[in-house]
């Protein structure tokens, strides 16, 4: 596979199989995009004791969530479990991360845009908390109580550096979507091409129906609401025409062979829909890695090497060995300059990593602590920006009273600011 495979083959993403069952946030970004959100949702599953059960669940973003979110996460998800020894930790730049993707290419996408709705949107995903009262664990075949976060992440101190950004999985989280029975894989060209409606729609489909070839009835308000996350003070005939969009464009797309919403009685809507030529077509895909799609690929680039350098290391040390000495010397570059090197960056890295795996070499202290700054910083970020947004707030609100007090009692005025400045 040559250095522009991610753009010639089909592109993998990866879905959590109880996750894709219902929204995360509400679709309207007005509603979904503000701090402190908490979204209640549901969704249906059987059991061979009980019958048709109801799983709920609460998902808390203090800073909010978009529906275009999700494709960072299945996508991140992606790009994690589909390398050769996945690991809970994902090292990769912003550049390759949105090439491999589908966001960027490249000859005419490599624009600031992307990059920061990519950050604004991992900011966004770090924080947010899900809980289920009956989440499926496909490792202990039950449905149990859960509260995990999806990852947390540190970033160089300056994006514009080419170092690396490390996602890091939160560790239920992980071992729940990196069970064989815990995800689905799926076509992101599709997904790329459909709308934030059906986006969730397809993910949803593409799991019941990569296992039974018709869904009978599904009913109405739930797709609507639960899984697709519209408003549930739509009224039905709204309600029926969103969902019947939806169900038009996978059909489009010969996800769907037959689709439609139908009525049993006065006010009874239900979704029925059955396999299309997609599913055929997928399971000719097949998804084989070489070191071109290594998250280290694009790193090792950017330290000096040619593509026939990179492929070779990738392909002879471990992936948690070069990632580290790679972002080393990528540091080592930034925060001294090249007069750190006694010959060159890429012979600093060979001779590195070479000796730290036969445990002759060890990290400086100067690039953990470095790390450890890195670590603390985006927290930092997020409660800083936080504050400020507030203090926004709060100064539009107080502006109008300090220009009457100005106006009215300019000795009162006076006091208050003298009481905040010893403060």
Same mark, same amino acid.
């Given at each position: ?26 679709? $309207? ?9 908490? =979204? ?9 004791? $009980? ?17 275009? $979110? ?47 709705? =990519? ?17 499926? @664990? ?87 609401? @639960? ?30 062979? $037959? ?33 071109? @799609? ?11 090497? @040619? ?112 009481? =905040?400045?010893?403060?």
């Amino acid at each position: 596979m040559g250095r522009n495979s991610a753009a010639t083959r089909r592109a993998t993403g990866i879905g959590q199989l109880s996750l894709v069952e219902h929204a995360l946030c509400p679709l $309207d970004s007005r509603s979904s995009l503000v701090e402190n959100l908490v =979204f209640d949702t549901k969704y249906f599953y059987s059991s061979e004791s $009980d019958g048709r059960l109801i799983s709920r669940a609460r998902v808390f973003c203090p800073l909010g969530l978009s529906a275009a $979110d999700e494709l960072y996460l299945w996508g991140l998800l992606a790009l994690t479990l589909l390398q050769p020894d996945p690991q809970p930790e994902l090292f990769a730049t912003p550049h390759w991360c949105l090439r491999q993707l589908g966001v960027i290419n490249q000859i005419n996408k490599r624009g600031g845009r992307q990059y920061q709705q =990519f950050a604004e949107a991992i900011r966004r995903l770090s924080t947010v908390t899900y809980m289920s009262d009956a989440f499926y @664990d496909p490792i202990r075949s039950e449905h149990r109580r859960v509260s995990f976060r999806f990852f947390s992440y540190s970033l160089p101190g300056e994006l514009e550096s080419g170092r690396a950004w490390r996602i890091a999985w939160d560790p239920i989280f992980f071992e729940l979507v990196k069970a064989t029975a815990g995800h689905i894989r799926f076509d992101l060209a599709v997904y790329r091409e459909l709308d934030a409606a059906s986006r969730r729609l397809f993910l949803f489909v593409s799991k019941v129906l990569s296992r039974r070839t018709r869904i009978k009835a599904l009913p109405l308000e739930h797709v609507a609401t @639960d899984l697709l996350g519209f408003s549930s003070t739509l009224a039905t005939r709204e309600m029926k025409a969103k969902v019947s969009r939806c169900l038009a464009k996978l059909t489009e797309l010969h996800v769907l062979r $037959d689709a439609e919403v139908f009525r049993t009685s006065p006010g009874k809507y239900f979704v029925r829909f059955s396999r299309g030529p997609y599913f055929a077509e997928k399971a000719k895909r097949e998804y084989r890695p070489s070191p071109e @799609d290594s998250p280290l690929f694009d790193t090792l680039l950017e330290v000096g090497f @040619d593509d026939a350098s990179a492929a070779r290391l990738i392909r002879k040390y471990p992936a948690r060995l070069l990632s580290e000495w790679a972002d080393i010397t990528q540091a080592a570059s930034e925060r001294f300059g090249v007069e750190f090197f006694n010959k060159t960056p890429m012979a600093f890295l060979v001779d590195s990593v070479a000796k730290a795996s036969t445990g002759n070499r060890t990290a400086p202290d100067w690039w953990h602590e470095l790390r450890k700054r890195e670590h603390q910083s985006p927290a930092v970020t997020a409660q800083t920006q936080s504050l400020i947004e507030q203090l926004k707030r709060e100064m539009q609100i107080c502006e109008p009273i300090a220009k009457q007090l100005q106006r009215e009692c300019p000795e009162g005025l006076q006091s208050i600011r003298q009481v =905040f400045a010893k403060a």
